[in-house]
């Protein structure tokens, strides 16, 4: 029988393996991405943090007394040469009872109370403060309306709220479950056909913060993403009544050509753009559509080249959503994004 | 008394020529068609098991490709949603359960010191619809038509509406493969360990694997049902007969979460737990002493199968529940740890007590003990619900689970292999393959699945086909991808190392690492018969304390002898008494039959024909069916002959009667096990009943006319009076009470079902329409296919009473039926209780 | 002395605990499902109570499986295959089992304490 020397799995070779793992994590982690749970920016994902933290220190601590023991038990010297059949180490007896017993024992109801804390302490805001946000779920976009507070409006695939304050959002699905994740401001809940789920965000400043669909929806569920807008609480008033303004009327010869083109050639059936005869619901409204981050629910930047390229083959950049491809003619499309461009 | 070392009298050749024949594999093609024994079958089952492993893994490192680089087009979306269902699913249904039972299948008879599996018709059974099951869901490439929901196939998205293609019946028709292997075998593995140990294996003194394989057992009987019933409720969806799921029928998609994940969360423990039991036996040999504390190891087995139905919510976390709810789940998910840690502890102690021999299966159970450890932490901290609501369906969550499941379970799968595989083989793996083996597994799993714990905190949810650059998440999937590579490689270096060692592999003999229980007793390979004679145990570990296996008690001596290589001339193993492991008696196992194999083809005809929806192919496997079920219950000229050969014994204490008639057989033991099942279903839908109903109150809006059904329900209680007094017949040898008991209780029960049907179409309810319809159709039809099981079983025992009525296997038949009927007139009270009366109250 | 301790009583010795567990759970989630239902105020005491009398029958089936566990012990009649030892096993596991059962029992029942019955989420 070959004895192989303990140095080929030696705990301080592993302890160092994972030494230089937590310094990639660390460095690797410290991308500002605007959806990083790890870099909180509001109430709730800094009360989630708090809780991560705790667990990573105690899982850590965990872990290198269990590499430890391994270690101490694989270099242990001085043991009979017959295999032992009948009598149990009460030592060891109790060593397993310490450690599998007394140790998840120790550790882990004071983390279930934090956890119960924790918990209690991210229920959303009472309903009481005036504006309530509906998000809508539907394949693969974000339908999102404010009411309340004798506010009316909108949008798609963009929340905007006010730097410091709470603010209530309930979720609904039209089709099938979606979940709405926001990781730097909140965890995730999910949006399920046949009931609303209440949640909230705030965040501590302003920013623009990125969310996504985190349950699988289907065949565009990765395409489904949204911003949510932290805006200062002055700024944010102002976003609020420009968005419930109706469109901006179409000023000159190539704007006015371009609603001619929108109305005719059948997106109205199913953009809604208030202030004209379009009224259509099944997609995103466009009243304020030059004022938003992104298009096809975070799939490509507001920009004038994107737009011209999702307008003129929306399945060529996401196959499958339901925006079904028009031809244009070019002049047609040239002033179609100058009319679309003119609604901020 | 004094310790007998005298050896038993030799056994005369012909009696032993007699018995290796009878225990022989039939020869040729339809000989391997018609295979029952546990060792050819098992062999089999491992191979096809471990081919499936390298396709899901081939479909994972597909992913990787694609998610290698932000923005990529390796993959469109479609093909890339479809392969990461199918990636999932064949590694949850179709890899890991199936490759364990085959395991278990080969080792258990070893372990236990006995000749086969209880059922041998049904192992074969499992292993043929299994290999038809794989291969009709794969054939799903084919048509372009993979399933493409996810592996845990969330409704409404699978429910007709979002998935009108055939994708997703394939995957729930598929399912049924899984389904009915899993529960197969969960019956084998029950009742062997209860009921076929070697004598002086008492509870206290059977081998851990064996434990675990008790508990995983019981485990899938309660776990698998409910996957059963949720899945023959979503294809009912799908076929458009009912709404249980449709938001816009009343229907409750949170219901099929439910359903699910209280199958889906202990299976990751019916997976987990036999890899413990792997764990203590590799501990226990390579570091040469028995494991610390036997006691506190089984029980932590036990607990784990406990707890591990109480946790099932944690993967609903951020679904919408109450958060009390949410609490209960929580604090569950955290005790789980305790028997877990116990079990971590109870092995490094046992290597601190003992010397670590270093050979590859010790490395394969090092590496699982700091992967399964990572895992478990991360385990706690996504059962940690607000953490939870950030990790849940992001990439830290894929990091979890797969540290738990290839650390937890796929490692110690290897070492057992490594341990194993020379006595299936006959020859040792190679050493320094192995290591290598090891040890690019170890280092590129992590190098794989560390990475992803951070790109989920950063933001990047699981099941997207990709991401956008400037996250943060090029390098840390680039990263993954090639550990995916290097682990994959390590995985090819194995399948290099067993077929090398196929030729040139050292020959292994009975016992090449000096272990202690029985397996290591037999010849590398072992004989099909397992067991020549069938050893007697004292201790817990027989190698180590006790070498010599023989009877040391005359009575026992006596008894034992009529195992020594005997039966010869038909397939017999022993039965002992449940807790002490006293002999009982022998039982008769079924030799090589095309029954089992009949029945497998006849469910690929029936799955086709439920995919297609033509009923062509239902007819003809259901036609297929009757003659397979022909071909199993008809009287087996081997076991006709056994009764002539045992039948007299009887009355004589100091003989081993033959197992037949009652709860001697393991054939009643095999019922119970159905019964549990069929239990297990009722609490299922009555649960989903009240669920969908809002409770009681909630169904109130159609009052249901309560005299027809009334009736029927007491037409079922009055089949149970009819088979009582059959089965008085039986004990009492009146043949005309048995006939006329059973076809009284056949009409009876056939106008319970007609009655029960009339009422139901007679109430006017649109399943497909209202989902509390089809919540009524769901207890309903429940309750007919429960009738209808009992309408077979008693036309058997009716044939056997007409035929030959004091035939004792005819008896045994009453003694099932018995068994059946109570269950059937329990079930009718309560279906009665819930669908008609409960409204009312 | 040794006393003849069943497989009946040893079952129950084993598995009673752990089915308390089990039907606290069933029960709790119920009552909790109910109550928010019907918004029915007294629902977070009848869960704590149904904690309290489960963590009372839980400590009930591990005193009688150490009752039986030292019956168990007293007697080594011994016997052809030392059957004490392995009902002296049973009726220790059912000792254990009680402990860890009713430690979970508990860290379940507390949930109500910090939380609100119904808020979802």
Not at chain 2, 121 to 132: E, K, V
Not at chain 2, 351 to 356: I, M, S
Not at chain 2, 687 to 706: K, R, V
Not at chain 2, 791 to 801: M, R, S
Request: glycine share 10%; proline share 6%.
């Amino acid at each position: 029988m070959i004895l192989l020397t303990v140095r080929t799995v030696p705990a301080p070779y592993l302890a160092r393996f994972f030494l230089v793992v937590a310094a990639l994590a660390g460095v690797l982690g410290c991308a500002q991405n605007g959806q990083s749970a790890l870099h909180p920016a509001g109430p709730g994902a800094e009360r989630i943090a708090d809780l991560w933290w705790l667990m990573l220190a105690a899982a850590s601590a965990v872990f290198l007394l269990v590499v430890f023991s391994l270690y101490r038990a694989l270099t242990h010297r001085g043991r009979r040469s017959e295999p032992q059949g009948r009598r149990d180490e009460p030592v060891a007896t109790k060593w397993v009872l310490a450690g599998g017993v007394a140790l998840p024992t120790i550790i882990l109801t004071p983390l279930l109370i934090f956890t119960l804390h924790t918990l209690a302490r991210l229920a959303p805001p009472k309903s009481g403060s005036a504006l309530e946000v509906t998000v809508t779920g539907r394949q693969w976009w974000w339908d999102v309306q404010y009411a309340g507070a004798g506010s009316r409006l909108r949008t798609a695939n963009e929340i905007h709220i006010p730097v410091g304050r709470p603010v209530r959002i309930q979720l609904r699905s039209e089709d099938v479950i979606h979940s709405f994740w926001v990781p730097a401001l909140q965890g995730k809940l999910d949006l399920v056909p046949g009931q609303v789920n209440t949640t909230w965000l705030q965040a501590n400043r302003a920013g623009i913060y990125r969310g996504e669909c985190a349950e699988y929806c289907g065949l565009q569920h990765t395409r489904m993403q949204f911003r949510v807008v932290a805006l200062p609480a002055s700024e944010f008033s102002y976003w609020l009544t420009a968005q419930q303004r109706a469109a901006v009327p179409a000023a000159d010869s190539s704007t006015r050509a371009g609603q001619a083109v929108f109305m005719s050639s059948g997106c109205a059936l199913c953009h809604a753009i208030r202030g004209t005869p379009a009224r259509g619901s099944g997609g995103p409204d466009l009243t304020h559509f030059a004022s938003r981050q992104t298009i096809a629910a975070g799939t490509l930047p507001n920009t004038k080249g994107h737009l011209a390229g999702w307008i003129a083959n929306p399945q060529a950049i996401k196959p499958g959503n339901l925006m079904p491809r028009i031809p244009l003619e070019p002049e047609q499309l040239r002033t179609l994004l100058v009319y679309l461009g003119s609604l901020r | 008394m004094s310790a007998h070392t005298v050896p038993p009298p030799p056994v005369p050749p012909d009696t032993l020529e007699a018995f290796e024949k009878t225990w022989s594999s039939a020869p040729g093609f339809l000989g391997m068609l018609r295979e029952v024994n546990n060792i050819p079958i098992a062999q089999r089952y491992m191979v096809t098991g471990f081919a499936f492993f390298l396709l899901g893994g081939l479909l994972g490192l597909l992913m990787r490709i694609q998610l290698g680089s932000p923005e990529n087009t390796f993959l469109d979306a479609e093909t890339y949603n479809q392969i990461f269902t199918m990636h999932g699913t064949t590694m949850m249904f179709l890899f890991v359960i199936p490759f364990i039972e085959a395991l278990a299948n080969y080792m258990l008879p070893l372990l236990l010191g006995t000749r086969d599996l209880p059922f041998p018709r049904m192992t074969a059974l499992s292993y043929w619809t299994y290999l038809f099951g794989g291969i009709f869901l794969y054939s799903s490439f084919l048509f372009g038509a993979a399933p493409d929901g996810g592996w845990f196939a969330y409704v409404p998205l699978t429910n007709v509406e979002y998935s009108p293609g055939i994708n997703m019946d394939f995957w729930d028709i598929g399912l049924s493969v899984a389904e009915i292997a899993a529960l197969g075998a969960a019956a084998e593995m029950i009742v062997a360990i209860i009921r076929m140990r070697a004598p002086g294996m008492t509870l206290n003194r059977m081998p851990l694997f064996v434990w675990a394989m008790l508990v995983t057992g019981v485990m899938i009987i309660f776990a698998f049902t409910p996957l059963i019933v949720g899945t023959a409720m979503l294809e009912l969806d799908r076929k458009e007969l009912t709404a249980f799921f449709k938001p816009e029928a009343g229907g409750k998609p949170l219901l099929w979460q439910h359903i699910f994940w209280v199958f889906g969360h202990p299976e990751v423990y019916i997976m987990f737990i036999p890899a413990a039991g792997i764990v203590s036996h590799v501990v226990q040999t390579f570091s040469r002493r028995a494991i610390v504390s036997y006691t506190l190891m089984v029980l932590s087995i036990v607990a784990t199968g406990f707890i591990s139905f109480g946790l099932w919510v944690h993967h609903m976390f951020t679904a919408g529940l109450s958060a009390v709810a949410l609490g209960f789940f929580t604090a569950a998910s955290m005790a789980i740890a305790i028997p877990n840690g116990v079990q971590v502890f109870g092995w490094i102690a046992t290597l601190w007590a003992g010397r670590p021999v270093w050979r590859t299966p010790l490395l394969f159970v090092l590496g699982f003990l700091v992967l399964f450890t990572i895992g478990g932490l991360t385990g706690i901290m996504v059962g940690s619900v607000p953490f939870d609501w950030q990790a849940h369906d992001s990439y830290f969550l894929v990091a979890h689970f797969h540290y738990v499941l290839i650390g937890g379970v796929v490692f110690p799968l290897f070492a057992g292999l490594y341990y194993w595989l020379p006595k299936v083989t006959g020859r040792l793996l190679n050493e320094r393959l192995g290591r290598w083996n090891f040890w690019l597994m170890f280092v590129f799993f992590n190098v794989a699945f560390f990475p992803m714990h951070l790109s989920g905190l950063l933001g990047m949810p699981r099941r997207v086909y990709t991401y956008p650059a400037g996250l943060g998440l090029e390098t840390l999937n680039l990263i993954s991808t090639i550990g995916a590579f290097g682990f994959a490689i390590g995985i090819a270096l194995f399948v290099v190392n067993v077929v090398w060692s196929r030729r040139n592999g050292e020959l292994a003999g009975s016992n090449p690492w000096g272990s202690d229980s029985l397996e290591w007793s037999e010849a590398s390979p072992p004989p099909s018969a397992q067991f020549v004679r069938i050893p007697v145990v004292r201790s817990r570990h027989p190698l180590w304390e006790h070498q010599d296996l023989l009877p040391h008690d005359p009575q026992l001596l006596g008894q034992m002898e009529d195992l020594n290589a005997r039966p010869a001339h038909w397939r017999g193993a022993l039965v002992v008494s449940t807790v002490d492991a006293t002999p009982l008696a022998i039982a008769h196992m079924p030799g090589s039959t095309i029954a089992p194999f009949t029945m497998a083809v006849a469910f690929l005809a029936i799955f086709v024909g439920a995919l297609v929806d033509r009923a062509e192919p239902l007819a003809a496997g259901g036609a297929l069916a009757a003659v397979a079920l022909f071909l199993w219950f008809r009287p087996q000229a081997s076991e006709t002959l056994a009764l002539q050969e045992l039948g007299g014994r009887k009355e004589d204490p100091a003989r081993l009667q033959l197992a037949v008639g009652g709860p001697i057989a393991n054939g009643w033991w095999g019922m119970l096990v159905l019964i549990s099942i069929l239990a297990t279903a009722l609490i299922t839908t009555i649960a989903s009943y009240f669920y969908i109903s809002d409770g009681p109150s909630g169904a109130s809006q159609l009052p249901l006319s309560i005299t027809q059904p009334a009736l029927g329900t007491i037409l079922s209680l009055l089949a149970l009076v009819a088979v009582e007094w059959a089965l008085r017949g039986v004990r009492k040898h009146q043949s005309i009470a048995t006939r006329l008991g059973l076809a009284a209780a056949w009409i009876v029960s056939a106008g319970a079902l007609g009655l029960s049907i009339q009422a139901f179409s007679g109430a006017g309810l649109e399943p497909e329409r209202s989902a509390y319809a089809s919540a009524v159709l769901g207890m309903l039809g429940y309750q007919w296919l429960v009738l209808i099981i009992l309408l077979v079983t008693v036309a058997i025992g009716l044939l056997w009473a007409l035929g030959d009525p004091e035939d004792r296997r005819g008896h045994s038949v009453v003694h099932n039926i018995r068994l059946m009927a109570a269950f059937t007139g329990v079930s009718a009270v309560v279906v009665f209780v819930v669908v008609y009366v409960s409204p009312r109250l | 002395m040794s006393r003849e301790i069943g497989t009946g009583a040893l079952v129950v010795a084993f598995l009673g605990a752990p089915t308390v567990w089990a039907l606290h759970l069933a029960v709790s989630y119920f009552l909790v499902s109910i109550g928010c239902r019907t918004d029915w105020a007294g629902a977070k005491a009848a869960v704590l109570l149904a904690t309290v009398i489960a963590a009372l029958i839980a400590i009930g089936f591990g005193v009688f499986a150490w009752q039986r566990w030292r019956w168990a012990r007293g007697g080594r009649g011994g016997g052809l295959l030392d059957p004490d030892h392995v009902r002296e096993f049973l009726a220790l596991s059912g000792v254990v089992f009680a402990a860890l059962f009713v430690a979970a029992i508990i860290m379940s029942g507390i949930s109500p304490l910090f939380l609100p019955l119904c808020t979802t989420s």
